[in-house]
């Protein structure tokens, strides 16, 4: 049953559950417990009337009540354990208390390479998965999860988890702050790069038409489209206004214009590309 920090709770031919390593080696021996069940960072296990949160070498961390439940964290590096009353404590995979708050309101788990989140209605926790560590609490209006990051995790794209995607209602985290964007955008999205296979810090907002509009980094929207621009950052962007001037902006400043009227532009790996079908048919890197 799924194998996390090395180890995965294991069930022998008579039934009985215990812990193996990757050596093939028993940390928690068949039968001492009735039932051992993977949560992820660490393991429920069960004897008689009684239920335990162990480690995965056998460590007691806490014992459950009749009404207490524990989950995963999407299968990462944590544990959930809900409280009857809506005491809620997240715990690392040594079973440390790494977290804790109180709802009792849904929750919504997700994970995302090395970023963790538990979201629900007035809060959203981002766990760093590597470090096994709280990475911020946020304050949120809704139950988020996660569903984009940006390469250094300053941006991250956030969404409720409705059964239909469609009814999705969005929200954004740059730097410090959660914005819920439901009522401005249809959709909020990253500015993906394919070559580096990575997201940036240039987010935007689709609306019904399914327009796009550049996210400032105050959670403001613009009121232009990004028609005709291409962003490396919210103040670093080229612009062409289809009538062959091509003008790079940085920090919000206008820098060199180039007139090329009959001219198709894209980027790569950074650089921009113009390739100008007028008498040279030439193409020109730009950085």
């Not at 028993?26 to 004897?47: C, H, P, W």
């Not at 959203?124 to 911020?136: A, D, G, Q, S």
């Not at 509009?213 to 206004?241: C, P």
């Amino acid at each position: 049953v799924g194998l996390v920090g090395g180890y995965a709770a294991v069930t022998n031919s008579d039934g009985k559950s215990g812990i193996v390593n990757v050596k093939g080696e028993m940390t928690v021996d068949f039968g001492k417990y009735d039932s051992i069940f993977s949560r992820g960072a660490l393991y429920e296990a069960s004897k008689g009337d009684s239920v335990e949160i162990i480690t995965a070498t056998g460590k007691k961390i806490t014992d459950l009540g009749k009404n207490d439940k524990s989950s995963s964290v999407a299968g990462s590096c944590f544990t959930v354990v809900r409280r009857e009353g809506g005491k809620n404590e997240i715990y690392d995979i040594k079973g440390n208390k790494v977290e804790s708050f109180e709802t009792d309101k849904d929750l919504v788990y997700h994970y995302d390479d090395d970023i963790a989140s538990v979201g629900y209605e007035g809060g959203l926790i981002v766990l760093n998965n590597k470090e096994m560590t709280v990475r911020k609490k946020y304050d949120a209006n809704l139950a988020y999860a996660i569903y984009g990051v940006s390469t250094d995790g300053s941006y991250m794209v956030l969404h409720t988890e409705e059964e239909e995607y469609a009814d999705n209602k969005y929200g954004i985290i740059i730097g410090d702050k959660v914005y819920d964007m439901p009522d401005k955008c249809r959709r909020v999205s990253l500015q993906y790069d394919y070559h580096t296979d990575s997201y940036r810090n240039v987010a935007f907002c689709e609306d019904e038409d399914f327009d796009e509009y550049l996210i400032h980094s105050d959670g403001t929207v613009d009121s232009k489209t990004t028609n005709g621009y291409i962003y490396f950052s919210e103040n670093d962007y080229l612009y062409n206004d289809g009538n062959g001037n091509i003008s790079f902006y940085v920090s919000g400043q206008k820098g060199k214009t180039i007139n090329k009227k009959y001219a198709s532009i894209s980027e790569y790996f950074g650089y921009i590309s113009i390739h100008s079908y007028d008498s040279t048919d030439s193409t020109t890197l730009y950085d």
